[in-house]
Nanobody, 111 residues
Framework: QVQLVESGGGLVQPGESLRLSCTAS????????MGWYRQAPGKQREWVAT???????YYADSVKGRFTISRDNDKKTVYLQMITLKPHDTAVYYC?????WGQGTQVTVSA
């Protein structure tokens, strides 16, 4: 069972940046499609971004141009670089692959 551990969340002001990390245990990380989802209070979990095992990236329209997903297969880590953060980006952010979900990391954007 692959375990995913997110880190990097926190409290920032509107317009600031954060980089989330998600590190996987186990082998075969490089073979997995990896993704980020988020869940705001009182809302359903929504897809944010995906990166294929070949490095092709996909983004939700709400984050396109502001968020960048990347991966380092040697470190078994996927990243989500977030810039120009907005209050509506406030959510718990989850890392996922086809087999597992992480525990989530809180991102709060507030003045």
């Amino acid at each position: 069972q692959v375990q995913l551990v997110e880190s990097g969340g926190g409290l920032v002001q509107p317009g600031e940046s954060l980089r989330l990390s998600c590190t996987a245990s186990g082998s075969s990380f490089s073979a997995y499609v990896m993704g980020w989802y988020r869940q705001a209070p009182g809302k359903q979990r929504e897809w944010v971004a995906t990166i294929s095992n070949g490095g092709v990236t996909y983004y939700a329209d709400s984050v396109k141009g502001r968020f960048t997903i990347s991966r380092d297969n040697d470190k078994k880590t996927v990243y989500l670089q977030m810039i120009t953060l907005k209050p509506h980006d406030t959510a718990v952010y989850y890392c996922t692959n086809p087999c597992s979900w992480g525990q989530g990391t809180q991102v709060t954007v507030s003045a």
